[in-house]
């Protein structure tokens, strides 16, 4: 579809192979966007042309349904010159505002994932809820973000709230949560949001690779690491290249926190500024390996 407009007007795609949106814009609507996958095996959406989301309660939700066949899905995700501002403010449950949600039946049986995200010339900016929550346990990612600007953002308060709050409930920008997650980020603008990460990652394997991006203002008071906080079972990976943080800070790593339950990591930072980043309690701008803070940081 191409050059329309929707406003309050919801879309429902289920076990569609493709779905194409070419500059199009939707306003107004408590789920701008939901796909369901049932009973097919692949998936692809593209969204591009200078489309945009504006004032809807979520923008985005792609659900993965268990299925009988025993193969492995490939999901595929590419969004350019999108723009996402002030969504997330109203409606819906808490846990279900935001931007994108990449979610699963909580199915034990359910087969592999493979779910490829690329998201270029992105802006997000005033929304309420995370920019990107992927949570399927069985997934391997394989994430790539480029000239992505996240600015003025909030997630929803669960204070004096009658939804029911989450079992995983999501304190970050960008979660990840899955059996593998490699994701990449060059040249991203994450700036000015209380009590709010901007990269997280939870997941038995992750690789994370950051290049030219620029954090500042991040505080999150009651967790570790206000910029990245990596977790994983087995030897996370971290590299960070030509990068800045700037006036961020947490209750331990001000403005990174990297963690193995298998006591090995590999953290490589290369040409980073850390400025007037602070740790409350531990580890000034960084944290590495601090196993205490296991099971902590997320209260």
């Not at 996240?150 to 939804?163: A, G, R, V």
């Not at 949001?193 to 505080?219: G, H, M, R």
């Amino acid at each position: 579809m191409s050059g329309n407009a929707f406003w309050t007007t919801p879309l429902t795609f289920e076990d569609w192979h493709e779905v194409k949106i070419i500059n199009c814009s939707f306003h107004n609507t408590p789920r701008a966007l939901s796909i369901q996958i049932h009973d097919i095996i692949t998936f692809r959406l593209d969204i591009e042309g200078f489309s945009s989301f504006h004032n809807n309660s979520q923008g985005i939700k792609i659900l993965l349904l268990d299925y009988i066949a025993n193969k492995s899905r490939l999901i595929i995700i590419n969004a350019s010159g999108t723009h996402f501002r002030q969504n997330g403010l109203y409606g819906v449950q808490r846990s279900e505002r935001g931007v994108m949600k990449i979610a699963s039946t909580d199915y034990k049986a359910l087969k592999q994932v493979n779910v490829h995200v690329f998201c270029e010339k992105v802006k997000c900016a005033k929304n309420e809820g995370p920019f990107v929550h992927l949570n399927v346990s069985t997934a391997i990612t394989n994430e790539t973000y480029k000239d992505l600007e996240i600015s003025f953002n909030k997630l929803p308060s669960w204070k004096n709230s009658s939804d029911k709050k989450s079992k995983r409930a999501v304190y970050s920008l960008c979660f990840s949560y899955a059996r593998k997650t490699r994701a990449k980020f060059v040249n991203l603008k994450c700036r000015n949001y209380p009590s709010v990460q901007c990269i997280k990652t939870q997941s038995d394997e992750a690789d994370v690779d950051i290049q030219d991006a620029y954090f500042l203002n991040q505080s999150t008071m009651k967790t570790a690491g206000s910029c990245i906080s990596i977790e994983a079972n087995i030897r996370p990976s971290l590299r960070i290249l030509n990068s800045t943080f700037k006036k961020n800070e947490a209750d331990g790593g001000g403005s990174l926190f990297v963690d193995s339950s298998d006591g090995v990591l590999d953290v490589n930072l290369t040409n980073v500024i850390f400025a007037n980043c602070g740790g409350k309690k531990y580890g000034c701008a960084v944290l590495i390996g601090k196993s205490f803070w296991r099971g902590h940081h997320n209260q």
